[in-house]
């Protein structure tokens, strides 16, 4: 893509697990037959939309509802969800 990278987080790990993650669903995505939003001219409709599928295959890997994600009525101060505490 036609971006400018962030700086890597403190925790190297978190990172080289989230770019292994990226490059996995990259092949995945490429094995099935799908484009991924690289293919495509950067703020294309069609970029656009493999940008769109591609969360949602990340969040798919993640176990997360992508439908879920930017609700407003989220609690930010609750990270791990009400049933974390067990």
């Given amino acids: ?14 990172w080289a697990e989230a770019r292994a993650l990226e490059a996995s ?4 995505r490429r094995a ?3 484009k991924n939003p690289e293919d495509f001219p950067p703020r294309s409709p069609e970029c656009l939309a493999a940008m769109n599928e591609f969360v949602r295959d990340v969040c798919r890997a993640l176990e997360i509802d992508p439908d879920t994600l930017g609700d407003a009525d989220d609690d930010a101060d609750d990270l791990y969800g009400a049933g974390a505490a067990g």
């Fill in 25 to 28: 669903i990259r092949a995945i």
């Fill in 1 to 14: 893509m036609a971006c400018e990278y962030p700086k890597p987080p403190e925790n190297q790990s978190i």
């Fill in 32 to 34: 099935q037959g799908k």
